[in-house]
């Protein structure tokens, strides 16, 4: 079994080092390439990789279309036309390339995050070396502001800048209780948003180190994060915190000043606000963006959405009432006197 693994492992190692690369022939024009940004999901995101880049585009100031890289698996090319339409003409060029993720199938990652996440890994390998340096950003965030600041930031020869985990890192410094499984670095970065120096990651070869520390951490709570998080200790340089602003559960982005408004908002956790159910303060600010894509919600959805989210805010209620408690309570105590009842039942003729 360990043997199964380790080659699995060095296939995982492979795909980065051997992986598709763009080229010429497939008709891409590396050499035209001046700021790439680059996002991996596949079609269960296409919503939000259209959200995410009209947002983008939306933003964008340059006066040039976006040039952008989606790194998929498990996309249909209707999907991928649907994703395109909703962008206007000429706002952005955007190349679709497949990688192969088989390699990474023993990782875990948490439920709501997808395997896409391992395509970060393969980055490097896909451009071509004469590409200095590229943008990656996930598919769960919005861009409010124009990203040709964020491309120019000064790296000072680190192998790339990200954002400080506020949220994580004071706790991992703190040794707090229940995060003994991460790993323990100087600073704790997110890595929804990285500017790549190519060049530098590969002469320090961090996808095959991350590699390294998942296959033998392969349940690792934060999978690729984590693994990245220990490739780059100490090689990574801090962007401004409003790159990847993540206090989204209970901050309304709308009612920010413009000195506190995000460049980016990152929609990090399960509290999705495309969700319903999640009842986010930030859902109707996420819906501005959806409604100019060609994933609009439909009259269906909206009728669904609103039962969803009815139904979350009777049970919220429910949790917070006297009556609510003491039938949590009392489901507790009924569980716990099953268990013991259970145990001390003795076996039955047909178990022996």
Request: charged share 30%; with cysteine; glycine share 6%.
């Amino acid at each position: 079994m360990e043997g199964d693994t380790i080659t699995r492992m060095k296939r995982a190692e492979a795909s980065c080092e051997g992986g598709h690369r763009l080229s010429d022939d497939e008709g891409f024009d590396t050499r035209r390439m001046v700021r790439p940004v680059v996002f991996a999901c596949d079609e269960s995101y296409a919503m939000q990789l259209a959200t995410a880049l009209r947002s983008a585009v939306d933003a964008n100031r340059s006066g040039q279309p976006l040039d952008v890289y989606v790194l998929w698996d498990k996309f249909s090319e209707r999907m991928r036309q649907r994703v395109i339409d909703s962008l206007p003409g000429g706002a952005a060029v955007i190349h679709w390339v497949p990688v192969d993720l088989s390699s990474f199938e023993e990782f875990s990652t948490f439920p709501y995050i997808s395997k896409m996440t391992f395509a970060r890994l393969m980055i490097p390998c896909v451009f071509a070396k004469d590409v200095p340096r590229v943008l990656y950003l996930d598919a769960d965030l919005l861009v409010l502001d124009d990203l040709g600041p964020l491309w120019d930031t000064d790296l000072k020869g680190a192998v790339m800048g990200a954002v400080l985990d506020r949220i994580r890192d004071p706790q991992l410094k703190a040794r707090a209780p229940g995060l003994e499984k991460f790993p323990p670095v100087r600073d704790y970065f997110n890595s929804g948003v990285l500017l790549i120096d190519l060049d530098r990651w590969r002469k320090e070869r961090v996808s095959e180190k991350a590699i390294q520390y998942l296959r033998r951490h392969p349940d690792s709570p934060c999978a690729d994060q984590d693994a990245l998080n220990v490739a780059c200790d100490g090689r990574w340089t801090g962007l401004d915190l409003r790159w990847n602003f993540y206090d989204h559960f209970r901050t309304p982005i709308v009612e920010l000043t413009p000195v506190e408004r995000p460049k980016i908002a990152h929609f990090v956790g399960c509290q999705k606000p495309w969700n319903a159910c999640a009842l986010s303060v930030n859902a109707e600010f996420y819906e501005v963006f959806r409604r100019r894509t060609r994933f609009a919600r439909t009259t269906a959805d909206k009728l669904r959405d609103l039962g969803g989210s009815a139904w979350s805010r009777l049970k919220r209620v429910f949790k917070r009432t006297s009556i609510g408690q003491a039938a949590r309570s009392e489901y507790r105590r009924w569980s716990r006197a099953v268990k013991r009842r259970r145990r001390k039942l003795p076996l039955s003729e047909d178990q022996i």
